[in-house]
């Protein structure tokens, strides 16, 4: 990270990150899966002290970059953010049947 931000900084242009993650939460839902027998509580909790944001969070709270109260405003932002994404779906019209192809293939 360290890199591509000094990078970014002496204007190299944009940098991509990639993190490895796990993920935590079942596949089409909001729930837990822990409990189908896949992994392990042990496997999902090693991987849960691994994630990224958090050591990223800590990482810059530690270093003085950033203030807990800037943290809880990103995550009010992030919040009301998705929250108004919530409210146009569901406040939208159904998409015409006619449509449900349109620029899924090439033309």
Known sequence: VDHGVKSIRQGSGPCFFEFATYRWREHCGPNFD???????????????????????????????????????????????????????????????TEEAFTGLYRQ
């Not at 002290?49 to 270093?63: N, T």
């Open 34 to 96: 822990n409990d189908i027998g896949y992994r392990t509580e042990e496997e999902y909790l090693a991987w849960k002290e691994r994630d990224p944001l958090k050591l990223l969070e800590s990482q810059l709270l530690g270093q003085g970059i950033i203030c807990r109260d800037d943290i809880e405003e990103m995550e009010l932002n992030i919040q009301q953010e998705v929250d108004q994404a919530f409210d146009f779906a569901e406040k939208s019209p159904f998409p015409d």
